[in-house]
């Protein structure tokens, strides 16, 4: 049985009953949510393709077994009850439904484990990297530090709202993000663009080491596949690879406080020439801040 094309095919069924959109693929690579999406975000590499297809896999066997409790209690309800079955059974014992009971529970269990803790250690095991990056979380932006480049350190900030409004405050802060970048850049996304952006290379495994200067953030980018979160006074590692180049947008996801809606998360996947050029400009202009609740 093919789960993505059933899965596909409810979801244009749904879309034909209550009019919901059907996430299609990005046209480029924005990783970013859908207008009335409502389906997880479009994968854009291995760790979330495999993310997506572990929660369509858990999605079918949810809706088997809901719908044969379901079934069970309506038939239950109707054969067995007081009026249609008088005479109640007494029968408190029976082997065979008890094994069954026992062993399918098991059998479903072990059936989401063979596919659910290869993914958590893809996911959790750091393979061989190109280079680390330190995130920081703050109340409420995140810093990036890049120690295998000389420290290279920046805050990224949520724009504000009033530049989605405003357009000569939009043109400010897209000739700023620009600047940082080194070519042209566009806001995408309300409330989840930053004003800086994490900036990483193409197909390279990178390692993210997180911590928090204050309170328990999460830094996670559903199209990316990552989700860990940052504590203060710990070092939290995970990694991740981009297939493709492209702006992957993200949230915090820890309840942090008053503007934890606030803090959103924007990676920039460029070629790796792009990259180098980046890292020497931002060298001369952001190198040795060491200013991360990791220090140097
Ligand atoms: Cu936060």
């Excluded at 046209?27 to 854009?44: C, M, N, T, Y």
Aim: hydrophobic share 45%; charged share 20%; glycine share 6%.
């Amino acid at each position: 049985m093919n789960v993505k094309r059933l899965t596909a095919g409810i979801m244009v069924a749904l879309t034909a009953l209550f009019g919901f959109t059907v996430s299609a693929l990005a046209e480029g690579r924005l990783g970013v949510p859908k207008d009335k999406g409502i389906w997880l975000q479009e994968a854009a590499n291995t760790q979330a393709s495999r993310v997506v297809d572990f929660n369509e896999l858990l999605l079918w066997i949810i809706t088997v077994i809901a719908a044969f409790v379901f079934i069970l209690m309506f038939y239950v309800m109707i054969r067995y009850n007081a009026k249609a079955n008088p005479e109640p059974s007494k029968t408190s014992h029976n082997t065979l439904i008890e094994i069954i009971w026992t062993v399918v529970p098991i059998g479903v269990l072990v059936v989401i484990g063979f596919w659910s803790i290869p993914l958590l250690y893809f996911q959790d095991v750091v393979p061989k990297t190109e280079f680390a990056v330190r995130v920081t979380g703050n109340q409420w932006n995140w810093t990036y530090n890049y120690p295998d480049h000389d420290g290279i350190e920046f805050t990224a900030a949520v724009v504000p709202k009033s530049a989605f409004a405003d357009a000569a405050e939009r043109a400010e802060y897209e000739a700023g993000l620009s600047k940082f970048l080194g070519r042209d850049a566009k806001l995408n996304a309300r409330l989840l663009d930053t004003d800086y952006r994490m900036v990483v290379p193409v197909n390279t495994k990178v390692k993210v080491m997180l911590t928090a200067s204050d309170v328990i953030h999460s830094w996670a980018v559903p199209s990316l596949g990552v989700k860990l979160d940052a504590v203060p006074g710990r070092l939290n590692e995970t990694w991740f690879e981009a297939d493709e180049v492209g702006t992957y947008y993200g949230q915090c996801s820890e309840l942090c406080g008053k503007d934890h809606a606030y803090m959103p998360i924007a990676v920039e996947v460029v070629s790796k020439d792009e990259f180098a050029k980046w890292v020497e400009r931002a060298k001369a202009e952001y190198a040795d801040a060491g200013t991360t609740a990791l220090g140097r």
